[in-house]
């Protein structure tokens, strides 16, 4: 690790080990924070528009039409980050089929990563965010995918570090605290989350997450496990009365951003730019998650209508709606979901692709699976950056990745 790079203004201190090899230890949060005006105002435009979602969530009729479409894009961007090549629609084919084309492991990771967001929710109910919950989170997903040999659910044991594949500890880019300084870091910072503060929630969770990441407490999965992270918490200060808003595609899209000013904030303090970074962040999929919501909403609606007018049964309409939820869908999970029998879903099924409402994907006489184009379209497409940036006037830099 090149420690010239590190100012004295770093948020951490540089330990040297027996080896002659350095690492960073964060500070204890919190840190010292100047807060001007311009980060004011992205403080509050990340407020109104989280607080604009959040209100357009406690109506909804059926949350769900939102949480499960834009749980499963928050797990393919999420693990697109960490490397994983694995669509959305891979994604629901997977789960429609309960298994995997060529023994894909990206498509395992993705499904795991669903699954850890979907328990570290319902845990929620019974223990707060913690380390505990988080060692849990971590084994789920890991399971049976790469790195499932390296300690699933448990914290590290032996030093790892950041860099290019395959480099050394002493060429890395960044070497976290060593095992043993990183279970007194992770304590301080399990205290940090839950104590009362006077800091905006949203700066809490900018400066949780960085303080996570540079831990690195895991072997692997530290990024996705440190994004999780942030909708645990969102969902537990009350911020979010439903999962519905997610980083990762922004986090994605400005992915050398995201992690240069993570690094920065280690070497030279700059927890200003991080803050802002994170709050557009916010501000923008927040935006986006609203738009989206109506959208979905608005063809829910009309599709309903057109069902509703040709006088169709009460099952058909259940399973349109169900379309909504999992845009993929076969026989057998009709029969599963409307509780009927074999021949009476594949009759609804094909009710659906005669309206145009759904298109068979594979082409085979049996194990059909079928797809809701218009939502998938939907919930998967993803703006341009000077899209993005239009919606809220709010210019992001593009730079290079850190080596």
Known sequence: ?????????????????????????????????????????????????????????????????????????????????????????????????????????????????????????????????????????????????????????????????????????????????????MMTALGSLEKYIHETSDLPPLVRMAIIHYQFEAIHPFLDGNGRIGRLLIILLLVSEKLMPQPLLYLSAFFERHRSDYYRLLLEVSQNGNWREWMIFFLRGVAEQSHDALFRAHELLEISQKCREKLQNARSSATLLRLADYLFMSPVVTVAIAQRVLNISQPAAQANIDKLVAEGMLTEMTGRQRGRVYIAEKVLLLVDADKSEDEAEEQLALPLKTTTNVS
Request: aromatic residues 6%.
């Open 1 to 181: 690790m090149q420690t010239s790079k590190f100012s004295k203004t770093r948020a951490g201190s540089l330990l040297k080990n027996g080896e002659g090899h350095w690492s960073f230890v964060p500070h204890e949060l919190p840190p010292k924070l100047e807060v001007d005006w311009g980060l004011a105002r992205e403080i509050s435009e990340a407020d109104r528009k989280l607080s604009e979602l959040a209100g357009a969530a406690c109506t909804l009729p059926n949350p769900n039409l939102l949480i499960e479409p834009f749980s499963r894009k928050e797990a393919v961007l999420s693990s697109k980050i960490e490397g994983t090549v694995a669509s959305l629609s891979d994604l629901l084919s997977y789960e429609a089929l309960g298994t995997v084309k060529n023994d894909r492991s990206d498509v395992r990771e993705v499904a795991n990563y669903v699954a850890a967001l979907e328990y570290g929710i319902k845990r929620l109910n019974e223990i707060p965010v913690s380390l505990r919950l988080l060692r849990e989170l971590h084994e789920i997903l890991m399971k049976d995918v790469r790195g499932q040999n390296l300690t699933p659910g448990e914290f590290r044991k032996r030093q790892n570090w950041i860099g290019d594949p395959g480099c050394k500890i002493e060429d890395a880019t960044f070497v976290p605290p060593p095992v043993s300084i």
